[in-house]
């Protein structure tokens, strides 16, 4: 493990029930209900940063393979199974940041706390509007599937605005 790897415990019922209850502050505290019957499991920073960087890359896989079945025409029928993984992965998302999970991989910003109740906002309206493009798609709507598509992306970048950091324009502005 390398040194700057700290050990976090974190409840495995964390990313399952964060989203919903987990409030400023105790992000890396087991709910009271749920620590009766749920082992606290314990993971490298590195490990999960690993993770949920990973997990992020595939969705954006998932989303921007969408987005050329649906400019060449294609059924969008068949894309329902990638728009429900899209919003699993957006429900699990605030309980892939608990408190203290940054390193030098990392791209989340202070922000993800201290403006906690606003990123768990955003984050669910993405698992909202990712589980209508699911229904959309299954009823083979091509249009509004397009226009559920944008919706879905929007969250995307207003969630970057303010909680990840673009390396990129970093890089830029110092040139
Ligand atoms: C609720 C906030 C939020 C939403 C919604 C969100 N992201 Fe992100 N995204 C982040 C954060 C924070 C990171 C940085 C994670 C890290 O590095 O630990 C990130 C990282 C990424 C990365 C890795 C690249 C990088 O520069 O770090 C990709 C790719 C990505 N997101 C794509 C997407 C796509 C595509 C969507 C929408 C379909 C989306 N994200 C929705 C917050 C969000």
Request: hydrophobic share 45%; with cysteine; glycine share 8%.
């Amino acid at each position: 493990m390398k040194p700057q790897s700290l050990i976090l415990i974190l409840s495995a019922s964390l990313a399952l029930t964060s989203a919903v209850s987990a409030k400023h502050g105790d992000i890396a505290q087991p709910a009271p209900q749920a620590a009766a019957h749920q082992p606290a499991v314990e993971m490298s920073v590195d490990d999960l940063v690993a993770g949920r960087r990973a997990g992020y890359w595939m969705s954006a896989g998932l989303f921007g393979g969408m987005f050329g079945v649906m400019n060449s025409g294609g059924d969008v029928k068949g894309l329902a199974f990638s728009a429900r993984a899209l919003a699993g992965w957006a429900k699990a998302l605030p309980g892939m940041f608990p408190e203290g999970s940054v390193n030098e991989e990392t791209n989340a910003l202070p922000t993800v706390w201290s403006e906690r109740e606003e990123f768990e906002r955003i984050a669910g309206l993405y698992a909202k509007r990712a589980t209508s493009l699911a229904d959309i798609a299954a009823s083979g709507d091509a249009d509004a599937f397009k226009a559920q598509w944008a919706l879905v992306r929007e969250t995307c970048s207003s969630c970057h605005d303010t909680f990840r950091r673009d390396r990129k324009k970093e890089v830029q502005a110092q040139n």
